[in-house]
């Protein structure tokens, strides 16, 4: 386990680990009132099979023993470099406060309540090292005592390893687990690195990734432990990580994409097809109809937009003239039936439907 190797890194480099002067990767590290895991999250990194590497603490404005604690962890392994967030509170404002000081052409996140298991950026530089078209990597997780819901999303996002299925599921969930990210730091700046949203920052920096058309992979092993479950973290406390929020993101860059202008039909008129459709219709997008199999719903105008039903293809223009088709059947399998009736009929993933759902 990862606890054992902190008595043997100890044991064989000393008691003042030094920071190389070029460290091959920069792990950021932003941290609020974290005393009661933070010690654990650093020790993780200290225990990394690859040594190069430099971590950047960034404390935003915390009112615990947090910072102190990270002097302590500084003071003995000159790779812990400890910062202040230069904006009054925000994890946005406090990654940002680390992108200028970071030496290295790689780039790592880590969460403060996480843990990296010892082999976790060594295998991540090395599929950057099989793969140089590679952008972006993650890596499988875990997440100690999840719930149903986060199991099933547990399962969906470790099953995502290509940068093909990454690509093509990105509107269901966010496909890479935010504090796995490892990407080249020219690709983070082209994008603009992280920004404030009205939803969630990392979702949407995964979007603009994907949407800038670059490659996202994920190690086909796991090597984070994602500790989700405290009650302040933001993906519990912040209405930006809402569903409702994650909807209108997915609306915002489905209503950018090139194809946008054929209008979209919405396979599916229950709750996640209706939401789905008025985001598109705020963001300017033309939602042309919805498909249903449920016979009370067809014939019916959700919106002032017609329910049609039959199989959602028959209705379509040929070729690339019909509109571009959204999967919003969220019951057990139904995004694969309509995966299937789709590309039964001709039509590519990723270019004339998207599964939503």
């Not at 680390?98 to 599929?127: G, H, K, N, T």
């Not at 793969?131 to 499988?140: I, K, R, V, Y």
Request: glycine content about 8%.
């Amino acid at each position: 386990m990862w606890q054992d190797t902190v008595s043997w890194q100890r044991a064989s480099y000393g008691r003042v680990l030094i920071v190389p002067m070029n460290p091959r990767v920069s792990v950021i590290l932003p941290f609020r009132n974290a005393a009661e895991t933070i010690g654990r999250a650093l020790r993780s990194l200290q225990c990394q099979s690859l040594r190069e590497i430099e971590v950047l603490a960034v404390d935003d404005r915390s009112t615990d023993a947090g910072p102190a604690l990270v002097r302590s962890f500084q003071a003995e392994d000159s790779r812990v470099r400890l910062f202040e967030s230069n904006a009054p509170h925000g994890v946005v404002a406090a990654i940002n406060t680390a992108w200028p000081l970071c030496r290295a052409s790689m780039i790592a996140r880590m969460d403060a309540d996480d843990v990296s298991f010892p082999r976790r950026l060594e295998c991540q530089l090395d599929l950057f090292n099989r793969d140089p078209l590679l952008s972006c990597a993650g890596c499988q997780v875990e997440i100690p005592g999840a719930d149903e819901g986060f199991l099933r999303y547990l399962d969906w996002s470790n099953s995502l390893l290509s940068p093909e299925s990454i690509a093509r599921e990105r509107f269901v969930e966010c496909p890479v687990v935010n504090p796995t990210m490892f990407a080249r730091r020219e690709v983070l700046e082209s994008v603009g690195g992280h920004v404030d949203s009205p939803w969630a920052e990392d979702y949407d920096l995964w979007l603009r990734i994907l949407a800038a058309g670059h490659r996202v992979a994920k190690v086909p092993e796991i090597l984070y432990q994602w500790n989700d479950d405290r009650p302040g973290r933001l993906t519990r406390s912040d209405p930006r990580y809402s569903r409702e929020n994650f909807m209108r993101a997915r609306a915002h860059y489905l209503a950018s994409l090139p194809q946008a202008e054929r209008g979209f039909a919405i396979c599916g008129a229950g709750p996640t097809g209706k939401t789905l459709a008025r985001f598109l219709l705020e963001e300017g997008a033309s939602v042309l109809w919805f498909h249903d199999v449920s016979k009370g719903r067809i014939g019916e105008r959700i919106g002032g937009i017609r329910v049609l039903g039959g199989a959602p293809i028959a209705s379509s223009g040929p070729g690339r003239n019909g509109p571009v088709f959204l999967s919003c059947v969220g019951s057990p399998g139904g995004r694969e039936r309509v995966r299937r009736l789709l590309e039964d009929a001709g039509q590519v993933e990723g270019q004339d439907f998207f599964c939503c759902a």
